[in-house]
């Protein structure tokens, strides 16, 4: 009688268990999945913020890209992230309206992608 009692025990033990790690297991994905998009945010608020205060750099047919313009450059702060930014001109040619496309990734996995324009 005793061990039949202990494998009831045992078992009701287990059907606890399994949801109760399972709820766990989300809850812990879910904070580092919102951890890496702080960051990110954080890391395209920063290059946003640097963006806006250059001047404003036209494109050429000698110099086709902005000064600000760079791909994959990795975050000092934060070693596993990378930052692109790209530079668009609206018009052909560059009139003084810009699309810049920031992107984040991390471990080279898209994590966040950001646009804004800049005017002269």
């Known amino acids: 009688m005793t061990l039949i009692e ?7 033990l287990g059907l606890i268990a399994v949801p109760f790690l399972t709820a766990l297991s989300t809850s812990s994905r879910s904070i580092i999945i919102a ?7 954080s890391l395209v608020r920063s290059e946003m ?3 806006k ?8 047919e000698s ?6 313009e760079h791909a994959d450059v990795p975050s ?11 530079v668009e001109a609206l018009n052909d040619p560059d ?18 992608t950001t646009s804004t324009y800049k005017i002269v």
Do not use: F, M, W
């Not at 205060?53 to 050429?60: A, G, Q």
């Open 35 to 41: 951890d890496e998009r702080t960051t990110a945010e």
């Open 6 to 12: 202990v494998l009831i025990a045992i078992a009701l």
């Open 49 to 51: 913020e640097y963006i």
């Open 53 to 60: 205060n250059c001047d404003y750099d036209y494109e050429t």
């Open 76 to 86: 000092p702060d934060y070693p596993d992230y990378t930052v692109s930014v790209d």
């Open 95 to 112: 009139d003084g309206i810009q699309k810049i496309t920031v992107t984040v990734k991390r471990n080279s996995k898209l994590v966040l």
């Open 63 to 68: 110099h086709p890209s902005a000064s600000y």
